[in-house]
């Protein structure tokens, strides 16, 4: 899904009909896919867990 969203992105910025709404609705599914990528790494992150065999600590992502 991000690569779609990323091909749609670099058109719709290119183009200059683009309106507000639409680059907010845009950055919204940007947003939720960079959120599941990041689920994703931290996941599989911590199932290799860290150097030195500590886990990663879990917990809520501060951006």
């Known amino acids: ?35 599941d990528v990041h689920r994703i790494a931290r996941s599989r992150g911590q199932r290799l867990g860290r150097p030195g065999g500590e886990p990663e600590p879990a917990g809520p992502v501060t951006v």
Do not use: K, P, W, Y
């Open 1 to 35: 899904m991000c690569v779609n969203l990323l091909d749609h992105a670099g058109a719709m910025i290119a183009d200059g009909t683009t309106t507000g709404d639409q680059l907010r609705f845009l950055a919204a599914r940007m947003a939720e896919s960079l959120r």
